[in-house]
């Protein structure tokens, strides 16, 4: 069993940059995948970032890459979301995941076993 908290959403003006925390605890397996994505109003669940816990395999949306990065820190059992020049259209709320199958893709919401409760993200122009 894996549990994920996430921290560090805020209100921030667009071109700021906020960065988010998923603590993890349980066992986590460098196998495994560590997602974060995020929903907004009236919208599906979308994939933002992921990573294996190993450090390898950093995949990002295309409307992410170049300004959002995904790190971890294993020491603390954490995989933080650095996001930078956010826009308008950032706003949602961005939850982490786990997926636990190595041989998943971890591109989709339907590849991850455990969630975390969300932290509320929101961008004003």
């Known amino acids: 069993q894996v549990q994920l908290v996430e921290s560090g959403g805020e209100l921030v003006q667009a071109g700021g940059s906020l960065r988010l925390s998923c603590a993890a605890s349980?066992?986590?397996?460098?196998?495994?995948?560590m997602g974060w994505f995020r929903q907004a109003p009236g919208k599906e669940r979308e994939f933002v970032a992921a990573?294996?816990?190993?450090?390898?395999?950093?995949n990002y949306a295309d409307s992410v890459k170049g300004r959002f990065t995904i790190s971890r820190d294993n020491a603390k059992n954490t995989v933080y979301l650095q996001m930078n020049s956010l826009k308008p259209e950032d706003t949602a709320v961005y939850y982490c995941?786990?997926?636990?199958?190595?041989?998943?893709?971890?591109?989709?919401?339907?590849?991850?076993?455990?969630w975390g409760q969300g932290t509320q993200v929101t961008v004003s122009s």
């Open positions: 990573m294996r816990w190993s450090g390898s395999g950093t």
């Open positions: 349980g066992r986590i397996f460098s196998t495994y995948a």
């Open positions: 995941a786990v997926d636990r199958d190595y041989y998943s893709s971890y591109a989709t919401q339907y590849d991850y076993d455990y």
